[in-house]
C-alpha cells in the first residue's frame, strides 16, 4: 500500500480493492480503496460503484467488506511441429506491461499466457515461447543490458529458435539493434526487436499489430536485426528497419521510427501479413550457419552535440577513450578565432579536442542526422583530419556511431585496430552510396 | 415509471485535453488514417458487455483530420495535455451552484469505449460534484435530486457506415462536455421536460455553454414495474422529450404484457439462400432465416404507436450491418418475394401459425444470431440497453448498457485539485434586474439574460451608445442580417463587436449602417471595422446639403418622397433626422 504518515494509520487493517465507507467533509462515500499514484499527502483514492475515482481528505474509514482476489486462469497451449519455433524475449518497455483496471498500476506483463492472451493472432503464426529478461523502462538501460541481451538470443538461437523477438522499450531501442548488429555475427535466424508507442491498456495500442508482424518477421527468410514499428499513423502496415540504420525520429507517433539513409528491408500489411520486400541486400535465413558472438563492451565513450558558443571545459571534463562529435553539417565544430573574446573561445575548444585525441578516439557524425560527413569541403574538416579525427565520408548516425565504439573498444585493447574497425563495415552501419531516395 | 436525466453541454473553451479549436469542422479532410481496435481483457479477464458487443462487429475505423479542429492528440499519436481550465471552472462553478460536494482530488479516468468513436479506444472523464441532500431541482412536481456532474471528453461523429467499417469526422472529438445526472426522482414525461429545462438553463448562464443544433443532448434512464433500466440517447430537441419517454413506456408495458402470453418456444436457424437466390433483392446473397413457431400475427403487433414487434427485431439485425429484416406477418408483395417465401414455407414444413424471418447480406448469419438471441429474450421481459432516440418519438437498439468494468485510471494526465474560490454563477433573477436597470425591453432582457454575450454587452455599455442600443447590436440586428444577407454574424470576434459599438458611439457612423457592415465583415473578415465603416462615414453637412439640392432640382414632389429619394442615396452615411433638418432648411 503506498498510503503513509496519519492516512496509513487511518486505513489500519483495510487492504487495497476493500470496500470502504470514508466520511470526508461530514459526507459519507462508499467505495474501493484504490493505491495512490502520485504523492500528495492526506488524502485517500475511492473507487465509486459508478467507476469514477475521486480523491478524498479522510475523517474516518470503515471497512465494509473484504476484497476477494480470483486466480487468473491459465491457458493451455499446443504446440504445432509445422510451425516455426519463435521465442519472445522481454527487456521491458510498454509493450510488455499491463494495466491493473481498477487501481491503473501499470505492471510488467509477461508470462506466454498473457502476451497471447494480449495477441492471440502470432498463436496462429508460430509456436510461441516467452519469458522475462529484465522490466525497465529503456532509457535506464546501458551497454550490460545490451550484452546480456545478445548473449539470450544466442543461448535460443543455439537452442533452435527459428526466430528470435525482442519486446523492448522505444527510446532506446535502435542502440540495441545497433548493438545486436555487430554483436550477433553471421546470423542464420531473424532477430527482431519491437515496441509499442502507446498504452497496452487501450483498445487503440499499436502493440498487437507490432507484435503480429514482428512475430511474422521473425519466421521470414530476412536474417537480419531488424525493427519493426507502424510504417504511418494508420494500422495498415508495419516495416522491418535494418538495425544499424534507424532511429526514434518522433516522441510519440506510432511510426516515430524512421529509417535513415536507406529503405526498410521490407513492409508487412496488416492484417493479411503479406510481406513485400523492399531492398534485396540482407543474408537469407540459414539455421546452419553458425552464429558468432563478439559481444565485448567498454562503457569509456561519449556522444556529444557540438552546438554554437560551446565552452572548452565540456571536452576538458571527458574522463573517457572514446568521443563521438555529433558535429555540424558536413562534420564541424566551432574552433576557429575571428578575432573577438567570443569567438576566440573556440580556439579553446580545439586545443580541448587536441588534448583529448592525444589519449582517445574521437569520431565525426552529423547532427543533420541524413547524410554523409565529408571533412574534405572546408578548411574547418581538413585542420580535424589533420588532428587524427575518425568518421569522414561515413553516414553513421550518431547513435550508431556510438554504439560501435562502445563496441569496439570492448573487443579491442589495441586503439589502431579499433581505428581500423570503425572504418570497417560490419553490420550496415554505414553505405559506400548515398542513393537518390 | 421510474425516471432519471443526464444533460450533456458541449462548452466554448478550447478541447478539453488540447489546444484545438472546440467545434465541429465542416471543412473537407486533409488526410485519413485507417484504424484497427483490440478490445483488451482486464487483469480478471472481464471484458465489459458493451465492449464485447461493439468488439463482435469491430471493422475497420476511418479517421477525416481536418484544418485546426483536430491534432496528433485526437489522432491518439500524442498524449493528452493538461485539462483545459475554463472547462473546468465552468464545472466546478456548475456543481457548486448545485451545492454538490466536489472532492479534494479530482480522478480523470479512461471510460472504455470501443465503437471507434473515440481514436484511443477510451473516453476521458471526470467527476467533478457529487449531489448532496442540497443539490435538487425545483419542479412543479416535486424536487429531483442531482446525482453527479462530470466534465468529458465529446466523441467523433459518424461520417459513412457500411459492413466494412465506419468513418468518423475527428473534429468533435474531444470538445468538453458538462455531463448532468439526476436520481430516478422523475415520475411524469413532463416532469423529466422541466428538469431536464432548469439544468439547461442553469448551464447557459454560465456563459460558456455552445450554442446552435447537437450542442445540448439529453439523455433519459426509464424503467416501468417489471421492465429494466433503458438508456435513450441522441435526440437534440427537448419538446422531444415527453413524447419518447411515453412511448418508451408504453413499449416496456407491451413487452412486460407479451412475456405473459408467450409459452415455452424453441427457434429455428436456416439457411435459406437457396430460395431467394432469383429474386431481384436477394440475388448472389447469403440469405439467413429464422423460425419462431406459433408467433404468427405477433410481429405486426404494435409495441406503442410508432413500433411493431417486428420493427424492434430488425433493429437488433441492423446493429449487424445489415439493411433489415423481411418477414411472414408483412405484405410480402411489397418486396416481390410472395413465391420465394411461399416455397421456403412448404420446404420447411411450417405450420400455419409458424412465422419465417429472413435476413439477407454478407453480415446475415451474425445479424439472425443478434435476433435469435433477442427472441429469447421476449420471455424476459425488457432488456437492459442503451437505445437511440428516432425522430418518430419512439427509440432504436443500439448496444447493451455498459457495466462498471469499463472505467480505470487515464495515467498521463496528473491528479487535478480542484481550485476552491470558484466564482459562482449568477443567478437568473439578479441579472433581469440588472438588466431592467438598464432600460431594456422585456423582450431583449428575455434573450439577453442566457446569451453567452452578457459580459460583452456588460463591457459595451461603456461607451456612449445607449444600452437599449447595444443590446439591440447583439441581439436583434444579428438576426435582421441573417433574414436580409443571409450572414451568420456569429464569425464576428468580440473585438470586431467593441469596434463597431466605438465608431457608434463616436458618431462616425449610424445605426442604419451597422447591418451592412456587419455583413461585409462576414464576408471579409481580413478587413478591420474602421476599413469598412469608412465606406458608411457620416456626410458632413454641406456634403449632406450639395446632395439634397440635387434633388430639389426635380419638382412637384412632397417632403415624404424628397425624403425617400435622398434617403435612398445616403442611406447608412446620414441619419434620418439630419436629412429632414436639412431638407427642411433648404426647401
Not at chain 2, 483 to 492: Q, T
Request: charged share 30%.
Amino acid at each position: 500500500m503506498n498510503y503513509s504518515g496519519k492516512i496509513k494509520k487511518l486505513l489500519k487493517g483495510v487492504k487495497i480493492g476493500d470496500l470502504v465507507e470514508v466520511t470526508s467533509h461530514g459526507q459519507v462515500f462508499k467505495g474501493d480503496l484504490m493505491p495512490r499514484a502520485e504523492a500528495r499527502k492526506g488524502i485517500v483514492v475511492l473507487k465509486l460503484s459508478s467507476g469514477y475515482n475521486i480523491g478524498l481528505k479522510p475523517d474516518k474509514v470503515k471497512r465494509l467488506k473484504t476484497l476477494r482476489t480470483k486466480k487468473p486462469k491459465k491457458l493451455k497451449i499446443k504446440t504445432d511441429p509445422e510451425k516455426k519455433n519463435i521465442v519472445i524475449l522481454g527487456a521491458g518497455g510498454t509493450i510488455a506491461s499491463k494495466i491493473d483496471y481498477r487501481t491503473g498500476a501499470v505492471k510488467p506483463a509477461m508470462t506466454p499466457e498473457e502476451i497471447i492472451q494480449f495477441t492471440p493472432t502470432i498463436h496462429e503464426l508460430a509456436n510461441i515461447k516467452a519469458r522475462v529478461l529484465f522490466q525497465m523502462l529503456s532509457e535506464n538501460m546501458t551497454p550490460k543490458q545490451w550484452s546480456v541481451i545478445a548473449e539470450e538470443v544466442k543461448k535460443e538461437i543455439i537452442k533452435g529458435a527459428d526466430g528470435v523477438v525482442i519486446m523492448h522499450g522505444t527510446d532506446v531501442m535502435h542502440y540495441t539493434s545497433a548493438y545486436l548488429s555487430l554483436a550477433l555475427q553471421d546470423l542464420g535466424v531473424p532477430v527482431v526487436l519491437v515496441g509499442a508507442q502507446r498504452s497496452t491498456d487501450r483498445a487503440s495500442c499499436d502493440s498487437h499489430i507490432n507484435l503480429t508482424c514482428a512475430v511474422k518477421a521473425a519466421c521470414s527468410d530476412i536474417a537480419e536485426v531488424m525493427i519493426c514499428m507502424h510504417e504511418g499513423l494508420s494500422d495498415d502496415s508495419c516495416v522491418l528497419h535494418q538495425g544499424t540504420r534507424v532511429r526514434k525520429c518522433h516522441t510519440s507517433r506510432r511510426d516515430a521510427f524512421r529509417s535513415i539513409g536507406v529503405l526498410p528491408f521490407a513492409r508487412i500489411y496488416y492484417p493479411s501479413l503479406n510481406l513485400e520486400l523492399l531492398r534485396d541486400d540482407f543474408a537469407r535465413r540459414d539455421e546452419s550457419r553458425k552464429l558468432k558472438l563478439k559481444n565485448g563492451f567498454n562503457e569509456e565513450v561519449a556522444l556529444v552535440k557540438f552546438f554554437p558558443g560551446m565552452k572548452p571545459e565540456l571536452i576538458n571534463s571527458l574522463k573517457c577513450k572514446g568521443l563521438i562529435i555529433e558535429g555540424t553539417g558536413l562534420g564541424h565544430i566551432p574552433m576557429k578565432s575571428y578575432g573577438d573574446k567570443y569567438t576566440s573561445k573556440n580556439l579553446k575548444v580545439l586545443a580541448a579536442l587536441k588534448k583529448f585525441l592525444k589519449t582517445g578516439i574521437a569520431v565525426m557524425t552529423s547532427q543533420t542526422i541524413k547524410g554523409r560527413v565529408n571533412m574534405n569541403v572546408y578548411e574547418t574538416g581538413r585542420d580535424l583530419l589533420e588532428l587524427g579525427v575518425l568518421g569522414n565520408l561515413l553516414d553513421m548516425t550518431p547513435e550508431t556511431a556510438y554504439v560501435k565504439l562502445v563496441w569496439a573498444l570492448g573487443n579491442s585493447k589495441n586503439l589502431d585496430e579499433v581505428k581500423k574497425l570503425m572504418h570497417k563495415n560490419i553490420a550496415g552501419e554505414f553505405t559506400d552510396r548515398s542513393e537518390v531516395l | 415509471m421510474k425516471c432519471g436525466i443526464e444533460i450533456h453541454q458541449r462548452i466554448c473553451s478550447r478541447k478539453l485535453f488540447c489546444d484545438c479549436d472546440a467545434t465541429f469542422s465542416d471543412n473537407p479532410e486533409l488526410i485519413t488514417i485507417n484504424r484497427l481496435l483490440h478490445p483488451a481483457v482486464g487483469e480478471t479477464g472481464e471484458v465489459d458487455r458493451a465492449v464485447a458487443f461493439e468488439a463482435s462487429r469491430s471493422k475497420v475505423f476511418t479517421y477525416e483530420v481536418k484544418d485546426n479542429t483536430s491534432c496528433l492528440v485526437e489522432t491518439d499519436s500524442e498524449p493528452p495535455h493538461e485539462v483545459n481550465q475554463e472547462a473546468l471552472i465552468t464545472a466546478l462553478s456548475v456543481a457548486k451552484h448545485l451545492k454538490m460536494f466536489i472532492p479534494d482530488e479530482l480522478h480523470v479516468m479512461r471510460k472504455t469505449v470501443i465503437d471507434g468513436s473515440n481514436t484511443g479506444g477510451f473516453q476521458r472523464t471526470m467527476v467533478v460534484g457529487l449531489g448532496t441532500k442540497d443539490s435538487v431541482i425545483p419542479t412543479s412536481q416535486g424536487l429531483v435530486r442531482v446525482k453527479d456532474l462530470e466534465l468529458e471528453e465529446e466523441s467523433a461523429r459518424i461520417v459513412s457506415r457500411n459492413v466494412k467499417g465506419t468513418t468518423y469526422d475527428l473534429s468533435g472529438l474531444g470538445v468538453p462536455l458538462i455531463e448532468i445526472g439526476t436520481h430516478p426522482d422523475i415520475k411524469t414525461p413532463e416532469q423529466a421536460y422541466e428538469a431536464a429545462l432548469y439544468l439547461g438553463e442553469l448551464l447557459r448562464l454560465t456563459g460558456m455553454a455552445q450554442r446552435g443544433i447537437g450542442t445540448i443532448r439529453q439523455d433519459v434512464n426509464v424503467s416501468v414495474k417489471g421492465g429494466a433500466r433503458v438508456e435513450i440517447k441522441g435526440f437534440q430537441d427537448l419538446k422531444d422529450l415527453p413524447k419518447l419517454i411515453r412511448y418508451e413506456v408504453e413499449r416496456q408495458e407491451s413487452l412486460v404484457a407479451l412475456t405473459k402470453e408467450l409459452t415455452g418456444y424453441k427457434l429455428r436457424r436456416v439457411n435459406v439462400t437457396e430460395f431467394f437466390e432469383k429474386s431481384k433483392m436477394f440475388k448472389n446473397k447469403l440469405v439467413m432465416g429464422l423460425v419462431l413457431p406459433g408467433f404468427k400475427g405477433l410481429l405486426a403487433r404494435k409495441l406503442n404507436p410508432a413500433k411493431t414487434l417486428g420493427s424492434e427485431l430488425a433493429d437488433y439485425a441492423r446493429a449487424y450491418g445489415v439493411k433489415g429484416l423481411i418477414h411472414t406477418d408483412e405484405d410480402l408483395k411489397k418486396y416481390g418475394l410472395v413465391s420465394e417465401f411461399t416455397k421456403a414455407r412448404n420446404e420447411l414444413n411450417l405450420k400455419p401459425n409458424d412465422l419465417l424471418l429472413v435476413i439477407g447480406g454478407e453480415n446475415a448469419d451474425e445479424a439472425v444470431s443478434a435476433v435469435e438471441a433477442r427472441v429469447y429474450l421476449l420471455n424476459d421481459g425488457v432488456p437492459e440497453e442503451t437505445r437511440i432516440a428516432s425522430p418518430n418519438g419512439t427509440s432504436v437498439y443500439a448496444r447493451p448498457l455498459p457495466g462498471g468494468a469499463r472505467m480505470y485510471p487515464e495515467t498521463d494526465v496528473p491528479v487535478i485539485k480542484p481550485l476552491t474560490n470558484i466564482p459562482a454563477i449568477e443567478s437568473k433573477a439578479s441579472r433581469v434586474k440588472e438588466l431592467k436597470g438598464y432600460g431594456l425591453t422585456k423582450e431583449l432582457i428575455k434573450e439577453l439574460v442566457l446569451s453567452p454575450h452578457l459580459d460583452l454587452f456588460r463591457e459595451l455599455t461603456k461607451f456612449k451608445l445607449k444600452p437599449i442600443e447595444v443590446a439591440r447590436l447583439l441581439i436583434t440586428v444579428p438576426k435582421d442580417v441573417k433574414k436580409r444577407y443571409g450572414k451568420d454574424v456569429s464569425v464576428l470576434i468580440d473585438s470586431q463587436l467593441i469596434d463597431l459599438v466605438k465608431l457608434l458611439s463616436e458618431g462616425v457612423i449610424t445605426k442604419d449602417a451597422v447591418p451592412q457592415i456587419m455583413a461585409e465583415l462576414c464576408d471579409s473578415p481580413e478587413l478591420g471595422v474602421a476599413d469598412v465603416a469608412g465606406k458608411y462615414k457620416q456626410l458632413s453637412d454641406p456634403e449632406l446639403k450639395k446632395i439634397i439640392k440635387k434633388f430639389l432640382k426635380k419638382k412637384d414632389l412632397n417632403t415624404k418622397q424628397y425624403m425617400g429619394l435622398v434617403m435612398k442615396e445616403v442611406r447608412g452615411k446620414a441619419s434620418g433626422s439630419r436629412v429632414a433638418k436639412l431638407l427642411g432648411e433648404l426647401k
